[in-house]
């Protein structure tokens, strides 16, 4: 890794983390009814730190009947690629806040870790894939697609529909 680019890392991580731990604060729960529209807020909220990103198009999508996803595009530059990035929004479920040493969707740093439900599977991935792109600016050196799924955790029913 270039100087340059290990600097412009280091500029985004105290931003990626804050938004790490707002995502964590969401109980995207997909596999329980009573978390909908917490998993369609969290799809929003991912739309809305891609276009932060630098995006030059984020938008949710759902099949029928499916959770939203998030699919968010940087432009290839001339005669470059485009890669597919991928990851999930939703968590499942917490088994009880009695089984937790700390409340699930809120984040806790315990040892220099982060703890919360999602704060590693896969909202970290979220999170990744998008400081990636802060670091660049918003300009990577070949094209993305983000693909960010709602139903993972469920086993992605509706993926096939949405793909189609």
Request: hydrophobic content about 40%.
């Amino acid at each position: 890794m270039t100087d340059q680019l290990s600097a412009a890392v280091a500029r985004v991580i105290p931003s990626a983390r804050a938004d790490l731990e707002r995502l964590v604060r969401i109980p995207s729960i997909w596999a329980d009814p009573a978390h909908r529209a917490d998993t369609v807020r969290c799809a929003e909220t991912v739309t809305e730190l891609a276009r932060e990103a630098g995006a030059a198009e984020a938008r949710i999508v759902a099949a029928e009947g499916g959770a939203p996803a998030v699919v968010a595009r940087w432009p290839a530059p001339p005669d470059k690629p485009t890669v597919l990035l991928y990851a999930h929004h939703d968590v499942q479920p917490t088994g009880g806040d009695e089984l937790w040493t700390s409340p699930p969707f809120e984040p806790t740093e315990r040892d220099g870790r982060l703890y919360g439900r999602g704060a590693a599977d896969d909202k970290a991935g979220v999170m990744t894939h998008l400081a990636v792109l802060r670091a660049f600016d918003g300009r990577p050196p070949v094209g993305v697609t983000l693909f960010v799924e709602g139903e993972e955790e469920s086993g992605s029913p509706t993926l096939p529909a949405l793909l189609g």
